[in-house]
């Protein structure tokens, strides 16, 4: 195994977006952010405030997509005060690491998915104390969420990188599930690797005996 594992064959892409909409998360986070829209433009009153929330948001996505597969995705059943800990998020990137083309075991665990959606909304309301500027972010956060999912999806399918953009981060990630999983922690964008240092060539690093288990037995 060479550390990023190919198909012989790709599929159209025509073909993998009816597999994706299939799915119950993407037709979720697809209501979800057309009802965002339509609610931000009902509220109207668009100002610079908005153009700066949505940076921010953007801006932080690469340090965002790294720490919570660092520290939540890639987290090991701990023990404290006595009981096992073993987060939902990580048992299931656990089994989506033993079997990547499982496609239900690719999506957000559709629990957390039913948390964070509303729990956005009580987030930026708390945070910015601004109904307009609220809806931007919920709006921001839930097509940034999307397209995580879309392109993590994507990835883990049979259609093939043909632009040079997304074949940087289809390389990328399989690095990650093929060549060591303790590097290459971003999915849409990898500034965050490049920056603290997990964006290695792949013969810099050796082939982990780890990789499908995450080092947990």
């Keep these: 195994m060479s550390g990023v594992e190919t198909t012989a064959r790709g599929s159209a892409l025509a073909d993998e977006a009816r597999t994706f909409f299939r799915h119950s998360n993407s037709r979720l986070l697809v209501v979800a952010t057309a009802v965002a829209l339509a609610v ?5 009153g668009w100002r610079a405030g908005d153009v700066v929330v949505a940076a921010v948001i953007l801006g932080l996505e690469p340090l965002t997509e790294w720490v919570i597969h660092v520290f939540a995705l890639h987290a090991r059943p701990k ?123 792949r013969d810099a690093v050796p082939l982990s005996p780890t990789a499908r288990t995450l080092g947990v037995s």
Excluded at 159 to 188: D, I, Q, S
């Design 79 to 201: 023990t404290i005060g006595g009981r096992a800990v073993d987060l939902l998020v990580a048992r299931k990137h656990r089994a989506h690491h033993a079997d990547p083309r499982d496609v239900d075991l690719i999506f957000v665990p559709r629990q957390v998915l039913y948390g964070a959606l509303p729990g956005a909304l009580v987030l930026y309301g708390l945070l910015l104390r601004d109904v307009r500027l609220a809806a931007t972010a919920v709006l921001v956060s839930y097509a940034m969420l999307t397209l995580y999912e879309w392109t993590h999806f994507l990835i883990h399918s049979r259609y093939l990188p043909k632009g040079r953009y997304y074949r940087y981060v289809w390389r990328a990630h399989r690095l990650h599930h093929y060549r060591n999983e303790h590097y290459w922690f971003g999915v849409t964008i990898h500034l965050a690797d490049h920056a603290l240092r997990t964006f290695p060539e």
């Design 40 to 44: 931000r433009v009902a509220l109207g």
